[in-house]
C-alpha cells in the first residue's frame, strides 16, 4: 500500500519519526493527485512555548474539488507503518485515493485528510494560527525535489488565510504530540 503525503509527510525528517526502517530520498515518489487540493483549514489544539493557552493551529489539509489536482509524495508503507501514521494523524480520517496521475498500481493509496466539520477552520474564525515552524518544515522538506515540484507545491498553498504566529508550538493532545514531534523511538 501506500501513503500520499501533502503537507509534513514531504519532509523527510519529519515523515521519518513514524518509520523504524530509514527513509531514503528515493522512497518519496512526487505525483499529481486528481480531484483535490491543499486548503490551509484543519484545526489542530496547539500550545505555544512560553503560553499556556490552547489556540487552533491551521494545518495544510486536502479539499475534494473535482476541477483542481495537487501535487505530494507517495511513500510505500507496510501494515505496521500504517498503523504508525494513523497515531501520528489521529485526528484526520483516512481516505482512500482514486486518481494519481502516471502512477499505476495495484495497490490501495491512502491519505489523512480533516473531514470533522468542527476540526475544519472558517475564514471568520478567531483564534487561529498557522505556525510558522509548520511553514518552515514544509519549505525545508521539498529542498531536495526538483524545482518544478517545489514550484508547485508552493503555489498550492501559498495564500495564507489566517494570521502565521511565529515560536515553537506542541500538540496539546500527548499522543499525537508524541508522534508528530518525538516519534516512535521510543517503540523500537
Known amino acids: 500500500m501506500y501513503i500520499f503525503g501533502y503537507g509534513s509527510l514531504v519532509n523527510i525528517s519529519s515523515a521519518q519519526k513514524s518509520f523504524k526502517r530509514e527513509l531514503k530520498h528515493e522512497d518519496f515518489i512526487p505525483v499529481v493527485v ?6 490551509w ?3 489542530e489544539y496547539i500550545v ?16 475534494e474539488d473535482k476541477n483542481s ?12 507503518e500504517f498503523e504508525f501514521l494513523k497515531l501520528r494523524e489521529k485526528n484526520y480520517s483516512c481516505i482512500e485515493i482514486s486518481s494519481v496521475e502516471d502512477f499505476q498500481t495495484d495497490e490501495k493509496i491512502y491519505t489523512f485528510m480533516t473531514t470533522r466539520e468542527e476540526k475544519i477552520a472558517k475564514a471568520d474564525d478567531e483564534s487561529c494560527y498557522i505556525p510558522k515552524k509548520y511553514i518552515s518544515l514544509l519549505e525545508d522538506g521539498l529542498k531536495p525535489y526538483e524545482n518544478k515540484f517545489k514550484e508547485e507545491f508552493v503555489s498550492s498553498y501559498s495564500n495564507y488565510p489566517f ?9 496539546s493532545d500527548p499522543i499525537q ?8 523511538k521510543d517503540e523500537l
Open 34 to 39: 486528481n480531484g483535490y487540493k491543499k486548503a
Open 41 to 43: 483549514n484543519s484545526i
Open 48 to 63: 505555544f512555548d512560553g503560553e499556556e493557552e490552547i489556540i487552533n493551529g491551521i494545518f495544510l489539509n486536502l479539499q
Open 163 to 171: 494570521p502565521i504566529k511565529d515560536g515553537t508550538y506542541k500538540f
Open 177 to 184: 504530540n508524541k508522534f508528530a514531534k518525538d516519534g516512535i
Open 69 to 80: 489536482n495537487t501535487n505530494g509524495v507517495l511513500l510505500k508503507i507496510t501494515e505496521e
